[in-house]
């Protein structure tokens, strides 16, 4: 069985979520400076050890019209971090997932649930990982 980790990467934040092949649970929020990807890499680094994920599905933002922009550079230069950071990782276990409209489906979720603003900011990076995670598992279990 598969142990898979979702992304949802962020300029100060990192959304986690996980899932051993058919359900995604959140995770946790890393939080770093402001554009600090060498520090959201460590954290990864660190939160990941001795978990052996085998499949890293990251989030990726493209534009509405499926170029890509700058969020989508964004998250390539952060997964070439955490390459050069985890050399026991290769490319191949890298997966990207068009994540358009992750995050307002979300906020969504959470109006609808009737959560605080509050608990919105807490959750809506954990739920977009959860989210992008499950985009993925069924796209593989079909």
Request: aromatic share 10%; hydrophobic share 35%.
């Amino acid at each position: 069985m598969s142990n898979i980790l979702g992304l949802d990467v962020g300029s100060k934040t990192v959304g986690l979520a996980s899932s051993t092949g058919k359900v995604a649970k959140k995770e946790i929020t890393l939080k770093f400076e402001e554009w600090n990807f060498e520090e959201g890499v460590n954290l990864l680094t660190e939160f990941i050890k001795d978990k052996n994920y085998d499949t890293f599905v990251f989030g990726y933002p493209k534009n509405m019209n499926g170029s890509i922009g700058e969020r989508a550079e964004m998250v390539d230069y952060f997964i070439e971090g955490f390459l050069v950071y985890n050399t026991d990782i290769k490319e191949d276990q890298i997966v990207r997932i068009d994540e358009r409209r992750t995050t307002k489906m979300a906020k969504s979720i959470m109006i609808e649930a009737g959560l605080s603003r509050q608990k919105q900011k807490e959750n809506k990076d954990t739920l977009a990982a959860q989210l992008i995670l499950e985009t993925y598992l069924e796209q593989i279990n079909k």
